[in-house]
């Protein structure tokens, strides 16, 4: 089952094209990654999937209805993590919980066991204001949990934010995934899209110019199709990926003379550039 559908969308501020005729589909239970440089329009797809902003032309649609036409059993099944915080400062971490159980009617006993999962238990009396932006981060996802959304939008969840904290966050949103739930996340990190994504949408201008696994989309991209040994003594020997090559390379691994091998394909970062000449900031 498609959880989200977009048909030939297009959205225009004034004059100005944002999205520029885009169609994909979301599958239950997928990780989605929507990549793109500052400014390419992430935001504003997520936004017209929630029914914030509506779309210019094209369709739409969250669990096969239409952002006017979401039910209340729809919106309550749908959680985003945007970056504008929206957290009451001045309240601890565990109040401001309370009080989106409260508006949220979720059931508060599970208050504490969300704080787990995003580990920040040992915070939970602390003032928002005196947080960091990771612990912030994660309180905001704390939020988004509060309903056991069945699709959780996360706008550059991890932007910002340390490894160790980046590590945190992945783990969660692989541990939501085994349980169903699906995910679709904006980045501009191409090496967080690589590690996270069944899927992924490569924006530029506007439009999908890459779609697919990241795998499938750098095997696709690998031009040069080679391979690249490094001998014992250091020498670096590039061969093509080919039958031609594969007695060659037979007698060095025969000869011990392999320190290293490697295919040629390219990293999702330098597809992107390849195919938007812009580096992604
Ligand atoms: N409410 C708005 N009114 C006018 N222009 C907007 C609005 N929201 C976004 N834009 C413009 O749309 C473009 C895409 O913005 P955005 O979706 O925020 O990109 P991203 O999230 O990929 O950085 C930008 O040029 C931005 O200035
Ligand atoms: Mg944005």
Do not use: W
Request: hydrophobic residues 40%.
């Amino acid at each position: 089952m498609n959880v989200i559908e977009v048909k030939d969308l297009i959205k225009k501020f004034d004059t100005k094209k944002v999205i520029d005729n885009i169609s994909f589909e979301v599958a239950e239970g997928n990780i989605f990654g929507f990549l793109g440089p500052s400014g390419a329009g992430k935001t504003t797809l997520i936004k017209i999937l929630l029914g914030e902003y509506s779309a210019t032309k094209g369709i739409v649609k969250v669990f096969g209805k239409k952002p006017e036409n979401y039910s209340d059993e729809i919106t309550n099944s749908i959680s985003a993590v945007m970056d504008n915080f929206g957290l009451y400062e001045r309240l601890t971490v565990y109040e401001n919980l309370e009080v989106f159980s409260n508006i949220y009617k979720a059931d508060k006993n599970e208050i504490s066991s969300i704080l787990e999962k995003v580990e920040i238990s040992d915070s939970k009396n602390q003032i928002v204001s005196k947080l960091s932006k990771g612990m912030k981060q994660r309180l905001m996802i704390a939020r988004a949990l509060l309903n056991h959304p069945k699709l959780l939008f996360l706008d550059e969840p991890t932007s910002g934010l340390d490894p160790a904290t980046s590590l945190k966050i992945h783990n969660l949103l692989f541990e939501l995934k085994n349980n169903g739930t699906t995910i679709f996340l904006t980045t501009h990190n191409m090496e967080e899209a690589t590690k996270m994504c069944d899927n992924v949408a490569l924006l530029h201008l506007g439009k999908i110019v890459e779609f697919g696994t990241p795998k499938d989309i750098c095997m696709r991209n690998n031009e040069n199709n080679t391979i690249k040994i490094i001998t014992k003594n250091n020498k670096e020997i590039i061969l093509k990926n080919n039958k031609e090559n594969a007695s060659k390379i037979a007698k060095m691994f025969e000869q011990e003379d392999v320190l290293s091998i490697h295919s040629s394909e390219p990293t999702l970062e330098n597809v992107f550039i390849k195919l938007t000449g812009k580096e992604l900031v």
